[in-house]
Every structure is written in C-alpha cells, then in structure tokens.
C-alpha cells in the first residue's frame, strides 16, 4: 500500500523523496522502486539515484533535466503501492567464521544476551536480511533487520582500523566491512568473500533490496 511523504528540494540540483521515518521493508521497498523507476526514465541530466533506508535522493543537472518531469516521476513514484520485489530470488550466502581473532566482539554480545557464542552465530545465521542501502564506504550494505536478542550498541570509540570482509552487528543492522578502515560495529566474524572488488565487472556484490543470509563455516 501507499503511505504518506514529502519531496524536498536540496539546493537547485538535487532533491529528495523522503517516506515514513522508521526501519520498515515496506518503505524501503518503495524507495528502491523509485530509485529504479528514476534511473530507467531515460530523463537527460540525472547525476545520481541514491535510495536509503526511507528516502531517495535525485542528483541531476539543472541546465539539462526538466525539474517539471522530474517532480511528476518523484509524486507518481512514489504515490505507487508498495512492492517486496528484490533484484535475485534466492539470497546471496555470505561464509562467515565467527568469533575468536575474526570476531572479537562475539564474547561480548553473548555474555551481554545471556547465550553462548553458538548460540548467538546461529541466531545471526538464522535470519534472512535485507539490504536496506549502501553508504558509508563503497559497497558497505546496511542489512536488518537483526534478531533483537543480539542486537548491541556500537562501541563508543570506533577501531582505528576494521579489517576487509569483518562482519559487524549495530544495533538492528549488520554488515560486512567492504575495506580496510576504521569502524565502530560489533565484530562477530569475519568472511573471505568481498562486497567491493574493481576487477568484477560490477564492483559491488550487494544493490539494495537485495536478501542476505550468513552461512557458519569452520
């Protein structure tokens, strides 16, 4: 079904689409249907389609796109009916060690969720996750939503360096570290399969409204 929203200008060269202010699959599925409807509206100008969590943001060319157009594509979008549509139609399996030096962090959130660290593995494991959005770094999927019972606070002071492949918990989210770099997520584990990589032909292993689900490997 269709909710309410508002579109915002951001300055004479973007705006946004901005939905429901909550983590909901629903509303992310309708963001990513509009960012798609906008990237294939053969409309001259566009710069950028970047869908998040709840929102859109559309960077164009003011000399070149027609802001009429492009306002009726952003209300018609997004007046349309939610859809759960995802780009594959099984999940992308993701091999994960946990714990030990791939996953510092699992001790921790064990200990704080009253369970044994095979118990909190197979609970992230159990899941089927969405990919809500990348950011943050290139090709860094923010997934949900995660089992409350292991859900956790980010540190209160980020590593100084979060090794490539690192799988992190944050609160509902989790996520793989597509690169070297600091990062403040929780680390339960770390796979050998890489989200960012130039050499492929599409650099990026996850596109959002993508399904996930982590695999426990020795």
Same mark, same amino acid.
């Given at each position: @079904? ?6 915002? %200008? ?20 309708? %963001?990513? $249907? ?5 990237? #294939? ?19 164009? +060319?003011?000399?070149?796109? /027609?802001? /009429?157009?492009? *306002? ?5 979008? $997004? ?5 759960? !549509?995802?780009?594959?139609? !099984? ?9 030990? !030096? ?7 959130? %064990? ?10 593995? +197979?609970? *992230?494991?159990? #899941?089927?996750?969405?990919?809500? @959005? ?6 860094? $999927? ?8 292991? %859900? ?49 032909? +599409? ?16």
């Amino acid at each position: @079904m269709s909710g309410p929203f508002r579109i915002v %200008a951001a300055g004479d060269s973007a705006v946004s689409v901005e939905f429901e202010e909550r983590i909901d699959p629903d509303i992310n599925a309708r %963001a990513v $249907a509009l960012a798609r409807l906008i990237r #294939t509206s053969g409309l001259q100008g566009l710069r950028d389609v970047v869908p998040s969590y709840r929102s859109v943001a559309v960077y164009f +060319d003011p000399l070149r796109t /027609d802001y /009429d157009r492009l *306002h009726s594509l952003l209300e018609g979008g $997004a007046n349309s009916p939610a859809t759960s !549509e995802v780009r594959g139609s !099984e999940p992308i399996q993701i091999p994960v060690r946990y714990g030990g !030096e791939e996953g510092p962090d699992l001790s921790y959130i %064990a200990s704080r969720a009253g369970l044994s660290e095979d118990e909190v593995a +197979d609970i *992230h494991c159990a #899941t089927t996750y969405r990919v809500y @959005m990348l950011g943050f770094l290139p090709g860094f $999927a923010y997934m949900g939503i995660v089992d409350p019972r292991i %859900a956790a606070p980010r540190l209160a002071a980020p590593r100084v360096r979060v090794r490539a492949g690192s799988v992190g918990l944050a609160g509902q989210q989790t996520g793989i570290y597509p690169i070297d770099s600091p990062g403040g997520w929780l680390l339960v584990g770390r796979s050998l399969l890489e989200p960012y990589d130039l050499s492929r032909r +599409d650099p990026f292993l996850f596109q959002a409204g993508d399904l996930v689900r982590f695999l426990r490997v020795a």
